[in-house]
């Protein structure tokens, strides 16, 4: 397919701010390269990249094809940031935004505002931009982030950590981390 997930703290879990920090660090790195390509057919690569931060229980599976997969409630919201953002862009929830606010390394953070989540309603979410590139016509633009562009809100603690049914009664450590889902697509400039 056209998507691939990527997460970080697995599976040794990170602090929940440093993993934050990784991922969006790889997201940024990722539109950075997907910016500079050009393909043989001069057609320029525009991804999307989706960031949320929460639980999820970490297994292998199968016994013909074992396998390491993610579950939880935080993939999916990962995966709808993916969705509902834009190219070139980081769309991220908010408590991905409250995790890089108490970190230490500076992030272009803009309020995107509030968007209708499939199966989640409706959602504070985030832009993280590349301090290089601008989102709106992907050329590179030197602006650092004003102090309006990093805002915080309030959201609660995420609590979601189930199992799914086929894994129930197993022993999983569930672990805070970055999950972070990609999906690639072209587009016709």
């Not at 995107?112 to 590349?130: A, P, S, Y």
Request: include cysteine.
């Amino acid at each position: 397919g056209d998507a691939f997930m990527c997460a970080s703290g697995i599976p040794y879990a990170l602090d929940a701010i440093e993993g934050a920090e990784s991922a969006a660090n790889m997201a940024l790195d990722m539109i950075a390269v997907a910016n500079d390509f050009v393909s043989t057919g001069g057609l320029q690569v525009k991804i999307r990249v989706g960031l949320h931060s929460g639980p999820v229980v970490a297994a292998v599976i199968g016994l013909k094809r074992p396998h390491y997969s993610i579950f939880g409630d935080t993939v999916n919201i990962a995966a709808r940031m993916e969705s509902n953002g834009e190219p070139l862009r980081v769309h991220i929830s908010s408590s991905t935004h409250e995790l890089l606010l108490k970190g230490r390394q500076p992030y272009r953070l803009k309020r995107r505002g509030e968007i209708n989540v499939k199966g989640k309603g409706i959602m504070h979410t985030f832009w993280l931009d590349h301090p290089k590139i601008s989102p709106s016509s992907g050329a590179s633009s030197p602006r650092s982030a004003s102090a309006d562009e990093r805002t915080s809100v309030d959201n609660p603690a995420y609590e979601h950590n189930q199992a799914p049914d086929s894994l129930r009664g197993e022993q999983f450590r569930p672990s805070r981390l970055s999950s972070s889902k990609l999906s690639v697509s072209s587009f016709l400039g």
